[in-house]
């Protein structure tokens, strides 16, 4: 069973800061894509955006602007940066990496993101 390990959760007030960390196995870390997702409650999961093998990233238009998701090879860790958070943005948020071709959709546990006042 292949674990992604997330971390960075946490309360902030709006207009604050968070960045989320999600480790995964290197062997598939290199070849997958990364992405973000987010859950609020009462509502469906949403892709925040992601990131490919190749660096090339993509984010919702919710969050264009504000989120900014990189990756570390060296490291085997996607990070999604949160800034000028709004209550909104409220939400369990996963990490998952996937790669079509090999077969696989791997989701970590989910960290809980909280902004208010």
């Known amino acids: 069973q292949v674990q992604l390990v997330e971390s960075g959760g946490g309360l902030v007030q709006p207009g604050g800061s968070l960045r989320l960390s999600c480790a995964a196995p290197?062997?598939?870390?290199?070849?997958?894509?990364m992405g973000w997702y987010r859950q609020a409650p009462g509502k469906e999961r949403e892709s925040v955006g992601g990131?490919?093998?190749?660096?090339?990233?993509n984010y919702a238009d919710s969050v264009k602007g504000r989120f900014t998701i990189s990756r570390d090879n060296a490291k085997s860790t996607v990070y999604l940066q949160m800034n000028s958070l709004k209550p909104e943005d409220t939400a369990v948020y996963y990490c998952?990496?996937?790669?079509?071709?090999?077969?696989?959709?791997?989701w970590g546990q989910g960290t809980q993101v909280t902004v208010s006042s």
């Open positions: 998952n990496s996937y790669n079509r071709a090999a077969g696989y959709d791997y």
């Open positions: 290197r062997l598939i870390f290199v070849i997958s894509h």
């Open positions: 990131v490919t093998s190749g660096g090339s990233t």
